[in-house]
């Protein structure tokens, strides 16, 4: 289950992943940010909070609508704030940077306000 935020006046999506990730989880998001991104262009951020690990897929039709909602969106996200204190996840927007636009970086699950600093910047 994924909860998630769209701060509209900044342009930045926050998702919080709760348990293993679902399709519809994925069909949410689009519903929340496709209007978004077709009145303004793009986002300007996405904030990921996984926690101290990633909560893996519900099944196989979760991990398809995830790597579909990633081709789909990546090259309308500007950066992408991994937030969190897993030493796995921490080096994962090292791997993410050879397969989306946006630019990812990582910061430590007490450095949220700076990971969203990050993000605000143009």
Known sequence: MVTFELLKDKGILVVMPHGPL???????????????????????GLMLCPGDKFPGWDNFAAMLAHFKFVKNHHRKIR????????????????????????????????????????????
């Open 79 to 122: 950066k992408v704030a991994a937030v969190t204190d897993s030493k796995f996840l921490a080096f994962a927007p090292k791997i993410a940077q050879h397969f989306v636009k946006a630019e990812v970086k990582h910061f430590d699950s007490k450095d949220k306000a700076k990971a969203m600093e990050w993000l605000s910047e143009k």
């Open 22 to 44: 679902k399709a519809e989880d994925f069909a949410n998001l689009a519903k929340e940010v496709d209007p978004y991104i077709e009145e303004k262009g793009k986002l300007n």
